[in-house]
DNA sequence: GACATCACG
DNA sequence: GACGTACGTGATGTCC
């Protein structure tokens, strides 16, 4: 039939079509390979009630589903960044991709995908095409950049909500008609897809000054006379990307296609194909419907379990398969290498560890490889085990019967970097980073470890040990058994290859057991979103900034070390002269038998050790009395601190190839989202003293760069106040207020100006204590006032920020019935404590209440690293350290000024799309030759 | 290996 | 009505 009067003409957003399933369906697997068809699945339920909905008098004559083709298209070459914000989909989607296309031609409906075009073009050519023709055509999609197309005969049907939108409903979304549409998208521009448009203008405030000016062009060029000047000069700054925007969102209606309209006419299914296509799939249920609904015989669907189990196990019983050492394969022969690969790529996926010669990834030595395709099957591949000592000139006894580490490596290269083999991992951040030193670089890849944060947060620790044995029953060879422990303990290079086999291969085993348990788990617990976007890509992040480390000088530390000490040797002194004998200052129990026993000082016993208590606010008590003793103690302590933790730990832990420190982030080492740094740890650096300040002169950049830092400005504050919805907190932070003086303001009625700073530390530190689930006691300590007093304080900032205390209330309501609570970003922090008795129920009340806050500000830190290294792509800078609200790039000197507008931006935008916060977010800059003038 | 202490946000 | 309290981390030295 010719396209023309009459014909109506279906379009379908394929890619919105498979998204949705895939989002909407838990993780099913096809039962035979464990291949991932979720969204398949979905799919193909989705075109079936679609076809099924449309048998009517006002049924389609023609049809397509449209496909976005992967990869770049002609906007990327108008504007390199567009869409770069996107996350990249989900590992197991992208298999499915193509099987969607099967489907859609096994229903007989056309499918279209053309290269270097989005399906909006697609869509757009066709629908033009057709309005030309005299037909009608129906778009079904809910994608706003399609409604410049509306109008003529062409409208859309919203699928999700079953509602047609013409030009009426375009109005009501854009302000506009779908003509000016384009005008609209183009100054209002879109994060989702990185369309930059016009700063501080929105799609009310675009289509305002479109209706008033009638178009964008007219608009531009009497831009001059926009009477708001906000407005005005962020359109005449912002001409040029304007432009560029428009011919971003502007969809291509005059692509030349090699198909015509009428090769779309609406076909009936050919039911043998179809049914094979989803026999083959191992959909029962819709094979089950088909075929009743048309009055035929299923085809069967041999119902074996995986053929492995097939082997072992009788059909009825589903059991696991059970841990077995002895099945562990050792892989010595080439050949024998090949076979595990292309098992690898049948599969799609492949649980890899590696065992080293160090827990310094920086230093370590890899030794050998574990693969595991399946649960039970698995392989040890040896490289670097050694016997004996090693020989004067570095070289080893390597053991006989193991392959060239370099020939394993490029075998396996190709498929650890295949974009559609997804690697699996226990704390894979350390397995690739030793790749990476190999020369390989691994991705894509989930990370057990990190799917049990996701989950678990706050019950449990996500080490495989744990993890095997809450969740797969089983206890593995245990470390220790293998190394020994403390001083005979022996690297794995060491360990004999039979025994390194069972016990590699278990841990690759057990990681991709663990995968197929929390795979689904991420789904019914819906922290899917928090893994894929706060968890998973963050690890290369992180990598990469372990990798490049941080310039420190030793020379500076050295010095330092050495002047400490001289200090240190004098205040000895002086104390053992006060005390009238020698005893070690550095023993808390020898100092309080001095202090409380020998002088009778006021201050009493404490703990369960019996031990006197020597803390600083003991001695600082003291020492306020006149006491010389606590005072010199105070500073020797000081001192002591900064000489052995920093000082002197630092210079041992600058790597000798690289001359740099390498720290390492834990990313689930802290129950809130924040991170933890160790080995050193670069997030407790001194900054409050100025003594201790100096150390941070160690930290530099090399000749030709500066060390940049960026932080959050009262990001903990700013996010209370969206919570809990404090107008007038939010008010004032939108005002650019000293919030802490109009916190006092508020409470003690005294005006900003001129404050007295007492009036204004006390604010701060309630603002603080609200945040950690404040108590008099603890406030009353903090401020070092009576208890009464500071309860009173409380009293009031609740009376006048009545919101505070309802959210406090509403936070510790949920976590007492649901277990856990949650931030902002969808992060589940489990709160079981909650639940008890006694005073552990007030630890977890506080907790409770600060964890949602503190968690909500690391979720957003997270969300600007993961954006930064695309943000920052072209620039030359490389972010190397993260201290909780604050980023360090090191920069070319020429570029700071550069790179600090792009990392701001990126940080102060960090929340959206996910969270639209109703509070601004302020960033700090600094530029310095080291870190401490960069702070 | 537990404990006390103290560095950071 | 008493109890015991600020939230989140990691590294170091002492002492058993």
Same mark, same amino acid.
């Given at each position: 039939m010719t396209f023309g009067k009459g014909s109506h003409l279906h379009l379908i957003d394929g890619s919105a079509f498979i998204f949705r399933a895939y989002h909407a369906l838990p993780p099913l697997t096809r039962k035979s390979d464990g291949l991932p068809v979720g969204a398949v699945a979905g799919f193909c339920n989705m075109l079936y009630r679609y076809i099924e909905a449309n048998t009517g008098s006002d049924a389609p004559t023609h049809a397509a589903v449209i496909f976005d083709y992967s990869g770049k298209t002609f906007r990327n070459d108008l504007f390199p960044a567009y869409k770069a914000n996107r996350p990249p989909a989900p590992e197991e989607l992208v298999p499915q991709f193509p099987l969607t296309r099967e489907a859609t031609r096994a229903f007989n409906v056309s499918c279209i995908e053309i290269e270097g075009f989005e399906a909006d073009d697609i869509i757009g050519t066709l629908s033009c095409q057709a309005r030309e023709a005299g037909g009608r055509v129906t778009i079904i999609s809910s994608d706003k950049d399609l409604m410049q197309l509306i109008g003529g005969g062409v409208e859309m049907l919203d699928p999700m909500k079953n509602k047609r939108i013409d030009r009426e409903g375009v109005e009501e979304k854009f302000g506009v008609g779908p003509e000016r549409v384009v005008d609209v998208q183009a100054l209002a521009g879109d994060s989702v897809d990185n369309v930059p448009g016009a700063p501080g203008i929105g799609i009310k405030t675009a289509a305002l000054l479109i209706n008033e000016y009638g178009d964008l062009d007219t608009l531009l060029a009497r831009a001059e006379e926009i009477k708001q000047p906000k407005r005005r000069q962020a359109l005449i700054d912002n001409v040029d990307q304007i432009r560029v925007s428009r011919d971003l969102v502007k969809l291509d209606c005059d692509m030349v296609l090699d198909f015509s309209l009428d090769s779309l006419e609406v076909q009936t299914p050919k039911l043998d194909d179809l049914l094979a296509f989803l026999a083959k799939m191992e959909f029962r249920t819709i094979v089950k419907r088909v075929s009743e609904r048309f009055g035929v015989e299923a085809p069967a669907i041999p119902d074996v379990p995986a053929p492995a189990a097939a082997m072992s196990e009788a059909p009825s019983a589903p059991k696991p398969v059970p841990f077995d050492t002895e099945t562990y394969e050792k892989v010595s022969t080439m050949g024998a290498l090949e076979r595990w690969i292309d098992a690898i790529y049948a599969r799609g996926y492949v649980a890899v560890d590696t065992e080293t010669t160090s827990l310094d990834e920086m230093q370590a030595e890899l030794v050998g490889i574990s693969l595991c395709v399946e649960p039970g099957t698995a392989c040890y591949i040896p490289l670097g085990h050694t016997i004996g000592e090693d020989d004067l000139f570095g070289g080893s006894n390597l053991v006989d019967g193991q392959l060239a580490k370099s020939m394993v490596l490029d075998a396996l290269k190709p498929v650890l970097e295949d974009d559609s083999i997804l690697k699996i991992g226990q704390n894979m951040k350390y397995d690739a980073k030793i790749f990476a030193r190999n020369g390989v670089t691994v991705a894509p890849y989930d990370d057990t470890m990190l799917m049990s944060y996701a989950l678990h947060a706050g019950l449990h620790n996500h080490g495989m040990d744990t993890l095997s044995e809450r969740y797969l029953d089983h206890v593995p060879i245990p470390?220790?058994?293998?190394?020994?422990?403390?001083?005979?303990?022996?690297? /794995?290079?060491?360990?004999?290859?039979?025994?390194? $086999?069972?016990?590699?291969? @278990?841990?690759?085993?057990?990681? #991709?057991?663990?995968?197929?348990? /929390?795979?689904?788990?991420?789904?019914?617990?819906? $922290?899917?979103?928090?893994? @894929?976007?706060?968890?998973?890509? #963050?690890?290369?992040?992180?990598?990469?900034?372990?990798?490049?480390?941080?310039?420190?000088?030793?020379?500076?530390?050295?010095?330092?070390?050495n002047a400490f000490a001289q200090k240190m040797a004098g205040l000895e002194a002086e104390i053992h002269d006060l005390a009238g004998e020698n005893f070690n200052v550095g023993s808390p129990k020898q100092l309080g038998e001095i202090l409380f026993d020998k002088m009778s000082l006021p201050g009493g016993k404490k703990g369960k050790t019996g031990a006197y208590a020597t803390g600083v606010d003991i001695l600082e008590d003291l020492a306020s009395e006149g006491q010389d003793l606590p005072a010199r103690v105070l500073d020797w302590r000081q001192l002591s601190k900064l000489k052995s933790t920093y000082t002197d730990a630092l210079q041992r832990f600058i790597n000798p190839e690289t001359g740099r420190v390498h720290t390492s982030y834990v990313q689930t080492g802290a129950v809130t989202g924040r991170l933890s740094s160790t080995d050193p740890n670069l997030q407790n650096i001194p900054v409050r003293s100025d003594e201790g300040r100096r150390i941070r002169e160690a930290f530099i950049a090399p000749k030709g760069r500066k060390l940049i830092s960026l932080d959050y400005s009262q990001i903990e504050l700013r996010i209370l106040a969206h919570v809990a919805g404090i107008d007038s907190l939010k008010q004032a932070f939108r005002d650019g207020l000293d919030i802490h003086a109009m916190t006092a303001s508020e409470m003690f009625g005294v005006p900003i100006e001129g404050m007295d700073p007492m009036v204004r530390r006390q604010a701060k530190a309630i603002n603080f204590g609200v945040i950690y689930g404040i108590s008099g006691f603890g406030l009353a300590r903090n401020l070092r006032i009576p208890r009464s007093e500071a309860q009173g304080f409380i009293d009031r900032y609740f009376e006048r920020f009545p919101g505070i205390r309802a959210y406090m209330d509403d936070t510790v309501a949920f976590a007492k019935e649901h277990l856990y609570v949650q931030t902002l970003f969808g992060r589940k922090i489990h709160t079981p404590e909650i639940a008890t008795k006694g005073p552990q129920a007030g630890f977890a009340k506080r907790a409770a209440i600060n964890a949602p806050i503190q968690g909500a500000a690391a979720d957003i830190i997270r969300r600007a690293m993961v954006r930064m290294p695309d943000a920052i792509r072209d620039l030359p800078a490389t972010m190397l350290l993260q201290v909780h609200d604050e980023l360090i790039f090191e920069v070319d000197e020429d570029a700071c000024d550069q790179v600090i507008d792009v990392v701001k931006d990126v940080m102060k935008n960090a929340a959206y799309p996910a969270v639209v916060l109703d509070v601004p977010i302020e960033v700090d800059a600094g530029i310095g030759n080291n870190w401490a003038e960069a702070h």
């Open positions: 470390t220790k058994k293998l190394l020994g422990s403390g001083k005979s303990m022996i690297t /794995f290079d060491k360990v004999e290859i039979n025994k390194a $086999v069972a016990y590699a291969a @278990e841990d690759a085993d057990v990681t #991709l057991r663990l995968w197929q348990v /929390f795979k689904s788990k991420l789904h019914t617990e819906q $922290v899917t979103t928090v893994y @894929e976007t706060l968890e998973r890509p #963050l690890s290369p992040v992180l990598a990469r900034m372990e990798m490049a480390g941080v310039m420190v000088d030793r020379d500076v530390l050295s010095r330092m070390s």
